[in-house]
């Protein structure tokens, strides 16, 4: 992971809801434009970004260190979520990514299939050098709250058993909750996962808090920063809580 941290901590600007929401859920036209994500990434000090590959192959530029996601899948079928693969550990490297992101739902019907995409893909982007990343969201006809303690911690394991380096998790609304996922994860760094942006700057940077005072490694997050109204700000007051600069 060592590409993504600074002083063991990380602060990673995720941009792939492109496809998981489509543009008009998420996105304005302050933000629809990678360009803008990417100026966001690179004056906000992120220490990593997250694409897709069509939006890296058109518009990465190389300054902050790139995640690349191996497999998405898009809002529209509902039903058990199942995210196949769409993209190789090699394309990733030849489109200078650092690390590889990849989905696994538990609970899914599907959760096999994902299990065992993961594996091979760990295996060959370890062999590569790469970091990898597991986004672990617990879904599926099961799972009634995504958010429970025990449910959260259960998805930090999993990255951990699956041989993530770093785990990107929701928050489960309490640092002592959190910790025992942080702890459960052992020595897969945690990512907190952002989700819809916050009704106030001050719930989401309280939030940080307790994820940082829970010993996890940093913020792997979209749309509180860049819907705010001003991502910069947003990203200084961040990196105040997570490098303490
Ligand atoms: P946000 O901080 O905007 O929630 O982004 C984090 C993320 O994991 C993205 O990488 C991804 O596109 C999105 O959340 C998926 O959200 P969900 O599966 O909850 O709809």
Known sequence: MAPFLRKDRGI???YDQGLEHGPSKDFTEKN????AIIDIAEKGGFTGLVFQKGVAENYYRGKVPLILKLNGKTSLPGGEPFARQNCSVKQAIDLGAKGVGYTIYPGSAYEHEMLAEFGKIQEEAHKAGLAVL?????RGATIKNDTASDIVAYAARV??????DAVKIKYSGDKQSFSWAVKSAG??????SGGPKAPTDDDFLNQVRGVIEAG???IAVGRNVWQNDDPLKMAASLRKIIFSE
């Open 187 to 192: 020595k897969a760094k945690i990512f907190m």
């Open 216 to 218: 996890a490694t940093g």
């Open 159 to 164: 990255g951990l058993e699956a041989g993530a």
């Open 32 to 35: 629809v434009d990678p360009s």
């Open 12 to 14: 990673i600007l995720a």
């Open 134 to 138: 597991a986004w672990v969201y617990p």
